[in-house]
């Protein structure tokens, strides 16, 4: 499993910014989907989930102002994450999870929201 991460970048506070996540698999759509983020010196933590079925789940910090979504034929799944605020800064991983092939991890994607 592959997982590659675009979208990062620098962002004023209020703004905008949208993550997406390429998969290679080829199972694709009977994969949890997720991101979470970490801060160096800080546990990484869950932002958004979304199950195969497109149910989803947000970390109280960002319930509100994120969503997730995926598109199952394009094998990518999207943070939109508005109202950005400068503790949203970290490192954004791409996260895929299945019961049959256990756990996946993106490069990563830097995202930086200035005051």
């Known amino acids: 499993v592959q997982l590659q991460a675009s979208g990062g970048g620098l962002a004023q506070a209020g703004g905008s910014l949208r993550l997406s996540c390429a998969a290679s698999?080829?199972?694709?759509?009977?994969?949890?989907m997720g991101w979470f983020r970490q801060v160096p010196g800080k546990q990484r933590e869950m932002v958004a989930i979304?199950?195969?079925?497109?149910?989803?789940n947000y970390g109280d910090s960002v319930e509100g102002r994120f969503t997730i979504s995926r598109v199952d034929a394009n094998n990518t799944v999207y943070l939109l994450m508005n109202n950005l605020e400068p503790e949203d800064t970290a490192i954004y991983y791409c996260?895929?999870?299945?019961?049959?092939?256990?756990?996946?991890w993106g490069q990563g994607t830097q995202v930086t929201v200035s005051s």
């Open positions: 996260h895929a999870r299945s019961t049959r092939y256990g756990i996946s």
């Open positions: 979304i199950s195969n079925l497109g149910s989803t």
């Open positions: 698999i080829s199972t694709f759509n009977t994969y949890l």
